[in-house]
């Protein structure tokens, strides 16, 4: 086995279950909700391959419900965060050596697993958890996790394969070590894929990780920690380490081994991250990598050629699915006075016939925001919105947290491109409209790139080519996914490489090689085949 140069196949996505009515996939996957809604699941910590319970707990709550709780999990102090370093140091010798085609039929396998034994389990974990309805669920927990295993793999062989020149004299190689040290991995709430991710490219490319996983999503995070573990993932490799951000950040971020971060959260908490690490520089062994996606105030700007219902379509997918809680959502549109009117009597009348409910509800096509904290911070926006002369709600606008944190979707249009709600991110179930006069279409482009300070992702609706061809080079910084005719949110593995720059992140393209070669320290090895005996060149003659 161990002289076979093996290269996986490039795959394909993962099919997208429908869940239709009377389907067995339906069927089992309420079950599971069912089975899942009524137990408490007893979350560890997992250092070194061994569960840990420090004692010091908190909740896991179901947000549709939050006198449901789902799980209890223990949270890391100083000593567990000290040990997990010290788990993710001790396992990377063996693991950075094993061939890298081992490391990938670990992810292979663990890909399988959910497509085929649990596909359920993480999707209902996704729902109940973290508050998605059955296709966002899907098209997350379960497509775009095993998406990322699998293309991953044929990634990272494309970019093993990539060989310098030799010539008859020498043998020139490029080696694709592994970073020098443990990467610290931070996850967010919003995408079970991005918590997969952040840690399986990694540890894919010889890497091992300490992993921060957020607190909102403990209950998928730690049953796709299980699976890699069935997998045949080794001890140590990935470190599942719930508690508090800051004290793990305090210990990690200033020991000495420390050699990068893959990051997707908050801008605050990614900019503090980052200044620690500048005033630490001077005690880490290499320079850390890191890597990160943080915000956005995502965009749909649409010409006066614009079909009108695929631009309301685009509008309520795009910016009320999953209650607005993707980086991707679109939370601003730009819209020409031409096609306002017919544009606002669609979008109230589509906004009339959706429900907000709990993700057991399959009617429901929206479903509660986060926690407590998310659902005070959106309903203060609005508010600002219901107070300011500047804006008007055509829709929506009330929330209840009575039992769960339901938010309706809500749509304002305001006469000022810089109303707050048009700046600021709120990652919650909010859009906001401008309307433009239809002979600014050029001057209008130019305000939307310079807006907001975020470019993440941001689209375009125009049946007018040249039209289209004007706003994708004028918006050409304004998203680092740029979609002509759709809405801004949905990219697959593979497809649509995602990651924005300026206050986004740092674009490295999650779901691509680009993001796996910030995983790697590359050397370059040359081997002369008859070295040269004297010193003396022709020229000295």
Not at 198 to 225: D, E, Q
Request: aromatic share 10%.
């Amino acid at each position: 086995m161990n002289n076979a140069i093996y290269n996986f196949r490039e795959p394909k996505n993962e099919p997208v279950y429908s869940y239709k009515p009377g389907s067995d996939e339906r069927r089992l996957l309420e079950e599971e909700l069912k089975r899942q809604r009524n137990t408490t699941v007893d979350i560890p910590l997992i250092i070194g391959g061994k569960e840990i319970r420090t004692g010091k707990t908190g909740t896991v709550i179901n947000p549709s419900d939050h006198k449901n709780p789902l799980g209890v999990y223990h949270m890391a102090t100083a000593r567990e965060i000290e040990m997990a370093i010290n788990a993710a140091n001790n396992a990377k010798n063996d693991w950075m050596v094993l061939s890298w085609m081992e490391r990938a039929a670990i992810m292979a396998k663990a890909a399988e697993l959910i497509s085929k034994k649990y596909r359920y389990k993480l999707n209902a974990a996704t729902m109940l958890g973290q508050g998605k309805n059955v296709i966002q669920a899907e098209i997350d927990s379960a497509c775009e996790v095993i998406d990322y295993l699998r293309f991953n793999n044929y990634f990272a062989s494309m970019i093993y394969m990539d060989q310098p020149i030799s010539e008859n004299e020498t043998i020139n190689r490029l080696e694709y070590r592994p970073l020098e040290g443990f990467v610290y991995t931070v996850t967010p709430f919003n995408f079970t894929a991005i918590a997969s991710n952040l840690n399986t490219s990694v540890a894919l490319m010889g890497n091992t990780t300490v992993w921060k996983p957020a607190s909102t999503s403990l209950l998928s995070n730690y049953y796709f920690m299980k699976i890699l573990e069935e997998a045949g993932l080794p001890a140590g490799v990935i470190n599942f380490v719930p508690g508090s951000g800051a004290l793990i950040s305090s210990i990690v971020l200033k020991h000495k081994d420390l050699t990068g971060i893959h990051f997707t959260g908050s801008n605050a908490t990614f900019n503090t991250i980052w200044k620690e690490v500048s005033d630490n520089l001077s005690i880490y062994k290499s320079y850390p990598k890191i890597v990160g996606e943080t915000g956005g105030k995502d965009f749909i700007f649409a010409h006066s050629s614009a079909s009108v219902r695929e631009l309301a379509t685009a509008i309520v997918r795009g910016a009320f699915e999953y209650q607005g809680q993707k980086c991707s959502a679109a939370s601003r549109a730009y819209i020409p006075d031409s096609l306002w009117n017919e544009t606002r009597t669609l979008l109230v009348q589509i906004l009339s016939e959706i429900r907000t409910g709990d993700v057991m509800d399959f009617s429901c096509f929206v479903n509660p925001v986060i926690d407590e904290s998310a659902f005070d911070r959106i309903m203060d926006y609005i508010k600002r919105a219901e107070t300011s002369g500047e804006a008007t709600l055509l829709a929506g606008g009330k929330g209840d947290k009575s039992k769960g944190y339901f938010i309706e979707p809500t749509l304002i249009v305001t006469t000022n491109p810089h109303f707050i709600t048009m700046e600021e991110e709120i990652f919650g179930p909010v859009m906001t409209i401008f309307v433009y006069n239809d002979n600014k279409f050029e001057e209008t482009l130019k305000l939307c790139d310079e807006t907001s300070p975020y470019g993440l992702t941001g689209a375009i609706f125009s049946n007018d080519k040249y039209a289209m061809i004007t706003a994708c080079r004028a918006l050409r910084y304004s998203a680092g996914n740029f979609y002509i005719n759709d809405k801004p949110t949905g990219a697959m593995v593979g497809q649509q490489p995602f990651g924005g720059a300026r206050a986004s992140g740092t674009n490295d393209k999650a779901g691509s090689h680009l993001n796996l070669t910030r995983w790697v320290s590359p050397r370059t090895v040359k081997e002369t085949l008859i070295p040269a005996a004297d010193y003396k060149y022709p020229f000295m003659g």
